[in-house]
């Protein structure tokens, strides 16, 4: 079964890295990987995300497990559980920065034959990660 996984080191605040995670309007701003987000980054909250390479499919999601500053997660999946999607973002202290950590894994009684069909999304992670790092790091000295 796929996980994906992928972190950075970020010279800047957690209060910038969160604020950068959590604006929904400007992720096509600083991220390569995503087209738009529909709906507001909160706890309990639907959006609609959109990657680049297909912007014409929203992946509908719920904001779970949301602490500012410090984690969120993005679930989607089956309505009845049959497979799922979770992707955890987590910020650390690491130093004079920041630690992110990106994840994602599946679940449910389908993960194991759904899970194959999943193209692998470790480019688009690292991307990801690296581009949300330029992006803090610009805000902090710029």
Known sequence: MPRFETGVVIASTRDVVWHLLTDAARYPVWNPTIARIEGEIADGAQIAVSP?????????????????????????????????????????????????ELAEDFDGPLAWLLGRRVPDRQEMFDHFAHALRHAAESVSTG
Do not use: I, K, Q, Y
């Open 52 to 100: 680049a390479d297909d912007p014409n499919h929203a992946h509908r999601v719920s904001v779970v497990d949301f602490e500012p500053e410090n984690h969120m997660t993005w679930r989607a999946g089956s309505s009845l559980g049959l497979f799922t999607s979770r992707r955890v973002f987590l910020l650390g202290d690491c130093g004079s920065g920041v630690r992110f």
